[in-house]
């Protein structure tokens, strides 16, 4: 079972960034679904960005041209750069894989964005 460890969270003003980051415990093979996400309070946990090599990049319509999801697969790690950001992107911040119908999560990371 691959361990997945989030960092990179915190406070941070309005239109200002963060870079997440998630290391994963083992490699990070070209078939796997490498995606974050994210659970505000009273809300249900949402995707923000899904990468995989040979498909698209997704992201939300409410994260595009702010977010960008990286993988440095010689790191085993996946990242997500957070620009301009606001206040309703505060959320517990998660990172999983997919991998062969089974997805593992990791422990989370807050970012909180003040107004």
């Known amino acids: 079972q691959v361990q997945l460890v989030e960092s990179g969270g915190g406070l941070v003003q309005a239109g200002g960034s963060l870079r997440l980051s998630c290391a994963a415990s083992s490699r990070i093979f070209s078939f796997d679904v490498m995606g974050w996400y994210r659970q505000a309070p009273g809300k249900q946990r949402e995707l923000v960005a899904a990468i995989n090599r040979g498909r698209p990049t997704t992201y939300a319509d409410s994260v595009k041209d702010r977010f960008t999801i990286l993988t440095d697969n010689d790191k085993n790690t996946v990242y997500l750069q957070m620009n301009s950001l606001k206040p309703e992107d505060t959320a517990v911040y998660y990172c999983?894989?997919?991998?062969?119908?089974?997805?593992?999560w990791g422990q989370g990371t807050q970012v909180t964005v003040s107004s």
């Open positions: 999983a894989r997919d991998r062969g119908g089974l997805r593992s």
